[in-house]
């Protein structure tokens, strides 16, 4: 994440939980409702995470 912060490219993240046991690695939250898992919380929270990178798209 780090690595196209500093190159200007995105990323994308995009199972939120349900997937099978070899790939559950990737779940960001426990359920629907859920928790964030320790990927999930890497994905949100950390420093080149979407709180902290994220901007609005300028047609909003």
Known sequence: M???QEKG???LAW???GNSSG????D?????N????SFGNTVVNDT???KNTS???GIF
């Open 2 to 4: 780090r690595y196209g």
């Open 9 to 11: 490219v995105g990323w």
């Open 15 to 17: 199972s939120w939980y």
């Open 23 to 26: 790939l559950n690695y990737l």
């Open 28 to 32: 960001m939250a426990t359920g629907p």
């Open 34 to 37: 859920g928790s964030l898992t």
């Open 48 to 50: 080149y995470g979407i």
């Open 55 to 57: 901007q609005k798209a």
